[in-house]
C-alpha cells in the first residue's frame, strides 16, 4: 500500500533535484527502486558469488599449494608460477593410482552390492505386503541410527578372527586387511538409506506395468530388473551417488581396516598422507593429491546428472 | 489353444469379495465374452487366471495342468489390460517384442512377428514411437499387439477396444475375430460393449456382484435369460419389467392385464406375485398386431416423450390416467414401458394409443428370486421352472 506512496515519494525528491547534486549511489537507489527486478538480480548474483567462492576457494586453495614449490610454507594468494609438475610427481613417488583404484574398487563394488541388495529389499517393502513389514522397516532405521565407529572393535576382533560370532564360529579366514573388510561393513552402513530411497521410488511404479511384465514372460525379479529399475532410474542414480560418495570419502573403516601400503589395499587417504614422512611433509604433493582424488566423483555426479530423467512413467497407463 | 477351467474360484480382499463361487469351463478355442456392471469382478475373475492374483479359494486348470499356483510366465496367456500398461521406457518395437525377447527368439523372427502384428493392428511405420507420443487408441493397439505376437494358448482381453474410434473399433473386431478362427486361440474377453458380447462370443458370461449369472450362447442369453438379471443387462434399451400379481389364467399388472395359458405355465398358480419382463422390441401398436407371433389382448396407454433413433423410434409409455389418484396408489409411481417401433410410424408425444404384447416372448419372473419362471405365456412356451439352474450347470 505505501510502497507505491514511497517510490512514487523518492521519485519525485529526485527529479526536484539538479542533476549535479545527484551522485552516483543515489542514482542507482533510484534505479533499483523504479526496477525491483534489477535489485534482485544483482543481489542473485551476489549470493550465488558467495556460495561459490566459500565452495570453490577451498579447491583454489589446494591448487594454490600445489604451485608452491616443495617445502614452502608460506603460501601466495596468487601462484608466482605455474608448474603442474606436482600432479605428475604424485604418481611417481608413490603408487598414487594404486591407492584411487583401491578407493574406487571400494567404492564401486559397495554400490553394486547396496543397489543389488537394496533394490531386492526396497521391492519387497515398497511393494509386497507381509506380517512384520513395519517393524522390518523400523529396525532397519534404528540399525542406521548407530555410530558406526561403536561397532568397530567388535568387528576388528571379529575379522581377525578373535571372537566367536554370534557365539558360535569363528569366521572362516582372516578378513582383516582385505577388501572384504572395509566391502562388508561400509555395505551394512549405507544400505538402510538406499532401502529407504528404493523402497519410495519402487512403490510408485503402477502395478499394472509389473503384472504386464509378469504376464509377457518375466518373474518378479525379472520384472524388478527390466521394468521397475529402469522407470525408477532417478531414485537409482540418488541411491547409487550417494552411496558411491560414502564410501569413497569414507576415512575411518577404510582407513583402519586395511594396512599403510597400496598392495594392502589401502585407500586413498594413505595416498596422501603417504607425501608425509617422519622428517618431511611435502604439502604440494598432498594438495595435488587430494585435487586428483577428488576427480573421480566430480566426473561421476556430472555422468549421473545427465542419466537422471523424471516423469518416465508419462502414457504408460490409461489414467 | 487350451481348455480353460475354473472350479469355485473365489476372491476376497479384506472388505470386498470380488468373486464368488465361480465356474467357468472353456472349451478349446471358444470365444467367452464376460459382461456385467463395473465392479462386479470382471477384471479380478481375468487376474486370476492371469495368476496375477491367487484366488482365495478354488482350482484352475489351463489344458491338463492345474495353474492355480503357477506364476504368470508358466501358464500359457497373454493379456491385454484394461489400463493398457504399455512400457513407458520402451519403444513400441520393444513393447511388442518384450516377451519374444525374454524367450530368446531369433531376431529375424522376432522382427517377422513383429511387423506381423503391428500390420494387423495397423500400427505401421510407428515402431520406433515412445508410448508417450502415441494416441490412447493407438497405445490400446500395441497393447493387443503385444499379446497376439507370442501365439499364446489363451488369450485375456479386458476391453481392448474400449479407446478405438467406431470405425476403426468394428474394424479390430472384425479383425480379432479373424485372428481367433485362425490361431484357434481360447479367448476371455471382457466388455461393456453389447454388439462386441453379441456378436463375437460363443458364449456370454453374464456376471453381477461376483457371481455368475448365465453362461450360454448369446442369443439363449437374449431370448431365454436365467433371470431377471441378466434379462435386464442383455439388450439395449433393456427390458420392461412390470410387477404382476397372479389371477387364474391371467396376470394383473397396473392397470394392464395379460392372459396366459394355464397348461403352458402352470407352475404359476402356486405363485402370486411375479414380474413380467417384455422388450420394447416385443410391444406391438394394435394396428401392427399381425408384427407379434401370439398377439395380447390390447390394452391402452398414452405416448410419453419419443426418442427417434434413425431407425427406429423409442417410445415412453404410461398408463392411461397418469397422475391421478386410483385404488393402487399414485399411477404415477408405477413404472412406464418403453417400446421401439418403425421410424415411419405415424405417433406424436401425449397420444393415447392401443398397444399388445407378444406374448410368445413374454418372460416371467420370481418376484423374490428373480429366476426365470417361464419364457412365453402361450402354450408350447419355453419353461425355465426349475431347469433353468439346471441348464446353466449343464453349459458350464
Ligand atoms: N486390489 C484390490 N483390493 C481391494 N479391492 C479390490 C482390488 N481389486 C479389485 N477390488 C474390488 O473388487 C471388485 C471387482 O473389481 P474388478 O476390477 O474385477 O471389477 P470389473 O468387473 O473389472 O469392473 P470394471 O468394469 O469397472 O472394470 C470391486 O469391488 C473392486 O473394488
Ligand atoms: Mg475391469
Redesign the pocket.
Known amino acids: 500500500m505505501s510502497i507505491d506512496a514511497q517510490d512514487h515519494d523518492d521519485a519525485e525528491t529526485l527529479d526536484d533535484q539538479d542533476e549535479e547534486s545527484k551522485n552516483r549511489v543515489q542514482a542507482w537507489a533510484a534505479d533499483w527502486i523504479r526496477n525491483p527486478q534489477k535489485a534482485y538480480t544483482v543481489m542473485g548474483v551476489f549470493l550465488g558469488g558467495v556460495l561459490l567462492t566459500t565452495t570453490l576457494f577451498p579447491l583454489y586453495w589446494l591448487f594454490a599449494v600445489a604451485m608452491a614449490p616443495p617445502g614452502q610454507t608460506n603460501i601466495p594468494l596468487i601462484p608466482t608460477r605455474i608448474d603442474l609438475y606436482a600432479f605428475v610427481d604424485i604418481f611417481q613417488q608413490v603408487p598414487f593410482a594404486r591407492f584411487m583404484f583401491n578407493s574406487l574398487f571400494y567404492a564401486t563394488t559397495v554400490t553394486v552390492v547396496v543397489i543389488l541388495v537394496a533394490s531386492l529389499a526396497g521391492y519387497a517393502f515398497g511393494r509386497l505386503d507381509f506380517r512384520g513389514k513395519l517393524p522390518l522397516l523400523f529396525s532397519l532405521l534404528v540399525l542406521s541410527w548407530f555410530p558406526p565407529a561403536t561397532l568397530f572393535l567388535p568387528l576388528f576382533r571379529a575379522f581377525n578372527q578373535q571372537v566367536k560370532m554370534l557365539g558360535l564360529f569363528t569366521l572362516p579366514t582372516e578378513i582383516y586387511g582385505t577388501p572384504g573388510a572395509v566391502i562388508a561393513p561400509l555395505s551394512a552402513f549405507t544400505m538402510p538409506l538406499a532401502v529407504f530411497i528404493l523402497m519410495t521410488f519402487y512403490a510408485q511404479i503402477p502395478?499394472g506395468l509389473e503384472d504386464a511384465a509378469r504376464v509377457e514372460g518375466s518373474s518378479r525379479i525379472g520384472a524388478l530388473f527390466r521394468v521397475i529399475m529402469p522407470l525408477s532410474a532417478p531414485g537409482v542414480a540418488t541411491a547409487g551417488i550417494l552411496t558411491f560418495i560414502t564410501v569413497y570419502t569414507e576415512f575411518f573403516f577404510s582407513f583402519l581396516m586395511t594396512g599403510d601400503k597400496a598392495s594392502e589395499w589401502a585407500p586413498i587417504v594413505n595416498g596422501v598422507l603417504a607425501f608425509q614422512s617422519r622428517y618431511t611433509v611435502r604439502y604440494d604433493l598432498q594438495a595435488a593429491a587430494s585435487l586428483v582424488a577428488i576427480v573421480p566423483v566430480a566426473i561421476l555426479v556430472v555422468l549421473a546428472q545427465d542419466k537422471i530423467v523424471s516423469g518416465l512413467t508419462q502414457g504408460a497407463l490409461k489414467e | 489353444m487350451a481348455r480353460v477351467k475354473l472350479d469355485d474360484v473365489s476372491?476376497s480382499?479384506?472388505?470386498?469379495?470380488?468373486?464368488k463361487n465361480m465356474n467357468l469351463d472353456l472349451q478349446d478355442g471358444e470365444f467367452i465374452t464376460?459382461v456385467?456392471?463395473?465392479?462386479?469382478?470382471?477384471?479380478?475373475?481375468?487376474?486370476t487366471v492371469a495368476g496375477l492374483?491367487k484366488p482365495t479359494s478354488g482350482t484352475i486348470h489351463i489344458g491338463d495342468r492345474e495353474v492355480t499356483n503357477l506364476p504368470p510366465k508358466d501358464r500359457g496367456i497373454a493379456m491385454v489390460f484394461?489400463n493398457i500398461a504399455l512400457f513407458p521406457h520402451m519403444d513400441v518395437y520393444d513393447n511388442i517384442s518384450f516377451g519374444l525377447r525374454l524367450r530368446d527368439f531369433p531376431k529375424e523372427e522376432i522382427d517377422e512377428r513383429v511387423e506381423n502384428a503391428a500390420d494387423i493392428v495397423e500400427l505401421g511405420g510407428m515402431l520406433d514411437r515412445m508410448p508417450d507420443e502415441l494416441s490412447g487408441g493407438q497405445r490400446q493397439r500395441v497393447a493387443i499387439a503385444r499379446s497376439i505376437v507370442r501365439n499364446p494358448d489363451v488369450f485375456l482381453m479386458?476391453?481392448p477396444l474400449a479407446n478405438l474410434d467406431a470405425k476403426l473399433r468394428v474394424n479390430m473386431r472384425t479383425e480379432l475375430q479373424r485372428l481367433h478362427k485362425q490361431l484357434e486361440t481360447t479367448i476371455i474377453y471382457?466388455t461393456?460393449n453389447q454388439a462386441e458380447a453379441m456378436t463375437m462370443s460363443d458364449r456370454i458370461a453374464v456376471?453381477n456382484g461376483?457371481e455368475l449369472q448365465q453362461i450360454a450362447p448369446p442369443l439363449t442369453c437374449y431370448n431365454e435369460p436365467a433371470n431377471r438379471f441378466v434379462a435386464g443387462f442383455i439388450g439395449s434399451p433393456s427390458m420392461n419389467f412390470v410387477p404382476a400379481t397372479v389371477g387364474d389364467g391371467e396376470l394383473q399388472a397396473n392397470g394392464y392385464s395379460l392372459s396366459y395359458d394355464t397348461a403352458a405355465v402352470e407352475e404359476l398358480t402356486s405363485r402370486e406375485e411375479v414380474e413380467i419382463g417384455v422388450r420394447p422390441e416385443d410391444i406391438y401398436l394394435v394396428q401392427n398386431e399381425s408384427e407379434a407371433d401370439k398377439p395380447s389382448a390390447p390394452v391402452e396407454v398414452v405416448t410419453d416423450v419419443l426418442e427417434p433413433m434413425g431407425d427406429e423410434i423409442f417410445v415412453y409409455l404410461k398408463p392411461i390416467g397418469s397422475g391421478e389418484e386410483d385404488g393402487m396408489g399414485s399411477v404415477e409411481e408405477r413404472e412406464g414401458l418403453l417400446m421401439s417401433v418403425d421410424p415411419a410410424t405415424d405417433i406424436t408425444e401425449d397420444q393415447t394409443v392401443e398397444i399388445v404384447f407378444d406374448r410368445a416372448r413374454i418372460h416371467l419372473f420370481d418376484r423374490g428370486t428373480g429366476d426365470a419362471i417361464t419364457h412365453g405365456v402361450i402354450e408350447g412356451a419355453k419353461m425355465d421352472t426349475g431347469s433353468s439352474e439346471g441348464e446353466a450347470q449343464a453349459d458350464d
Open positions: 502395478d | 476372491k480382499y479384506e472388505d470386498v469379495v470380488a468373486v464376460l456385467g456392471p463395473s465392479g462386479c469382478g470382471k477384471s479380478t475373475t481375468l487376474e492374483t484394461q479386458d476391453e471382457v461393456h456376471i461376483g
